[in-house]
Nanobody, 124 residues
């Protein structure tokens, strides 16, 4: 059974840090692009970042996270991480990982599999 399981969310203060993990089972990340999306209350789900499992290239789709968030992959553990620093209240959302065959696009409709999400809450 294909599964993506996110973990690492929680409640932090403004300026704090969290590291999210996305662990895959039932398949490997080879030939997939692994995305992080987020959805804040009342807003559409948006692409945050993506990493190509084959060449390690990365993309960041939200200008406000550039320089603060870092996506990385451990292929041996079949796990992708999102290191989030200098968190702001506007980063509050449910964060989802998802995988898409081959390419990073940042588009929800392109994803093949989704995790269940993990809540990140940043208090001011």
């Amino acid at each position: 059974e294909v599964q993506l399981v996110e973990s690492g969310g929680g409640l932090v203060q403004d300026g704090g840090s969290l590291r999210l993990s996305c662990a895959a089972s039932g398949f490997t990340f080879e030939d997939y692009a692994i995305h992080w999306f987020r959805q804040a209350p009342g807003k559409e789900r948006e692409g945050v970042s993506c990493i190509d499992s084959n060449d390690g290239s990365t993309n960041y789709y939200v200008d406000s996270v550039k320089g603060r968030f870092t996506i990385s992959i451990d292929n041996a553990k079949n796990t992708v991480y999102l290191e989030m620093n200098s968190l702001k209240p506007e980063d509050t959302a449910v964060y989802y990982c998802a995988v898409q065959s081959f390419y990073c696009t940042g588009q929800t409709y392109e994803q093949d599999y989704w995790g269940q999400g993990t809540q990140v809450t940043v208090s001011s």
